[in-house]
């Protein structure tokens, strides 16, 4: 079994140096149960010492000229790409994706990465007119420190370069707080950050509790935290930016609905769905959770879905990548279940799907529940889950107010081949993304952003580099 150790100012902690007594926190494969990798838990002493050795290393690293940094990037995507195979067979592992899968993570980790480094000769400030005649008012855009990055479990690799990576390049250094479900393919990346030769105490990574959590994210040198995770844990962190008015990013939880329009394709639009759905055992924040579909084509699409979903089938996809996979944990898998059995005691009529698996691994069934109405639970909160509400509207009126009708606004999906829907829809949903004709995938280039409680901030893209800056504004008077 694999004992992984904290990576902090350039190097992996000894073992000799860790304290008596040091937390070990056990990794288990959820496809089978088995725990798989122990790792080592910092200290909130350890956690301390890795903030100022970033804090002590940005300010060498903030003096780099951009285009050095990049060069540095370009060496990580490099070193990525080449450990793409060991960091992926620890991803597949931990999370229960296939090889394939998690290799690909790995690989597209690498070219988010390069994608940031392109950024090093655009990160503009700006001449702002002055209303004196012999003054110049120039603003300038500067990193802002140390920034503290928590990592979801779902998809861990990618997520670490999707905020790792715009950090560095706009001349911050960070602390990365793997989920402790995913910790090991984080120690991988570890690895290529070495391989890359980045100065130490620029990049540093830590497994850790709660406890010592709350520690690093308190640091008074901490001027950042940004955060992939659920309302609740975007709550902490709101409360830890407040021990040093350090600055927010959180993207929270999403509840994405679909809009299925009469003369949508619905052959394409119920593939579509059901791959969103079924894709990490619907572990993705943008993965659809609630289905509107026009009356006149409801039982149609209804049977549509239930084909498809009826022919997904679960399993250890390191035997078999076409199944799958598993949830995260025994608690999440619980959890699911009695949401599913709620509704249907609610009113809801279960078309497939929705019964605890016998034998080892934390799987949950493809589930499509029909006969859902907006005020039921399934529809309001996310499941975090391969579940499927279908709700039933008359107009398109009615499905955008069902839409945004929610405390979530992160993405959203129509399905339609009237542009005049889809112009109303776009103009009126309130949620950061709306795919047409399409389901979410979050192109590195755009700008990945929730409404409501779906986030603060956001990541991706220009507006997600510049996420990772701050200004300054020099008043020249000549």
């Known amino acids: 079994m694999r004992l992984d150790r904290n990576f902090a100012n350039g190097r992996f902690i000894d073992p000799s140096t860790e304290p008596a007594g040091n937390e070990h926190i056990a990794v288990y494969n959820p496809a089978t149960g088995a725990a798989i990798a122990h790792v080592t838990g910092a200290t909130q ?60 993570e790995a ?23 002055s209303d004196t005649a012999d003054e110049n008012l120039v603003l300038h855009r500067e990193p802002i420190g140390v920034v503290a990055c928590l990592i979801p479990f779902n998809y861990p ?111 394409k639009a119920a593939r579509d769905l059901v791959a969103s759905k079924t894709t990490h055992c619907g572990q993705l924040c943008t993965a659809i959770e609630r289905v509107y579909v026009h009356e006149s084509v409801h039982d149609r699409f209804v049977a ?21 996979g598993p949830l995260v944990n025994e608690a999440s898998r619980q959890s699911i279940h009695a949401m599913v059995e709620r509704a249907v005691a609610a009113g809801a009529k279960l078309e497939t799907g929705g019964k605890l698996p016998q034998g080892k691994g934390f799987f949950y069934p493809a589930t499509l529940l029909t006969n859902c109405r907006q005020d039921m ?12 509400p279908v709700v039933k509207y008359s107009t398109l009126d009615e499905a955008l107010e069902m839409a945004n009708d929610h ?40 700008f990945h952003a929730g409404w409501k409680r779906s986030g603060l901030g956001g990541d991706d893209g220009k507006h997600g580099m510049l996420e990772f800056t701050q200004t300054r504004l020099v008043v020249m008077k000549y």
Not at 197 to 211: E, K, Y
Not at 377 to 388: L, N, R
Not at 416 to 433: C, D, W
Request: aromatic share 6%; with cysteine; charged share 20%.
């Open 45 to 104: 002493a350890e956690a301390i010492a890795a903030v100022d050795a970033a804090a002590v290393a940005q300010k060498a690293w903030r003096k780099l000229p951009s285009a050095e940094r990049a060069v540095y990037l370009h060496k990580l995507a490099d070193a990525l790409t080449e450990c793409a195979p060991s960091i992926g067979a620890a991803l597949a592992l931990e999370s229960g994706k296939s090889v394939a899968d998690a290799t690909n």
């Open 107 to 129: 690989i597209y980790a690498g070219q988010i990465t390069r994608y940031h480094a392109e950024w090093a000769r655009r990160i503009e400030g700006e001449v702002i007119p």
């Open 157 to 267: 690799v990618y997520t670490f370069m999707r905020k790792v990576a715009p950090a560095l390049i706009a001349g911050n250094t960070v602390v990365v707080r793997p989920s402790n479900n995913t910790p090991t393919s984080a120690f991988e990346i570890a690895k290529a950050v070495e391989k890359a030769g980045l100065p130490a105490g620029v990049v540093n990574i830590l497994a850790m509790n709660h406890a010592t959590a709350e520690a690093l994210c308190t640091h008074p040198k901490v001027g950042m935290i940004t955060l992939t995770g659920s309302v609740g844990a975007g709550r902490k962190v709101l409360d830890y930016c407040k021990a040093n008015i350090a600055k927010p990013s959180l993207e929270l939880g999403g509840k994405t609905p679909a809009i299925i329009e009469a003369d949508a394709d619905l052959d």
């Open 304 to 324: 549509l879905l239930k084909q498809h979903m009826s022919a997904v089938e679960s399993g250890d996809r390191s035997e078999q990548p076409s199944l799958m």
């Open 377 to 388: 639970e399934i529809i309001q909160e996310e499941t975090f889950g391969p579940i499927m």
């Open 407 to 446: 405390q979530f606004g992160l993405s959203s999906v129509l399905y339609t081949e009237n542009y005049r829907a889809a112009m109303k829809i776009a103009n009126g949903i309130e949620a950061g993304e709306l795919y047409v004709n399409r389901t979410p995938a979050d192109p590195y280039q755009g």
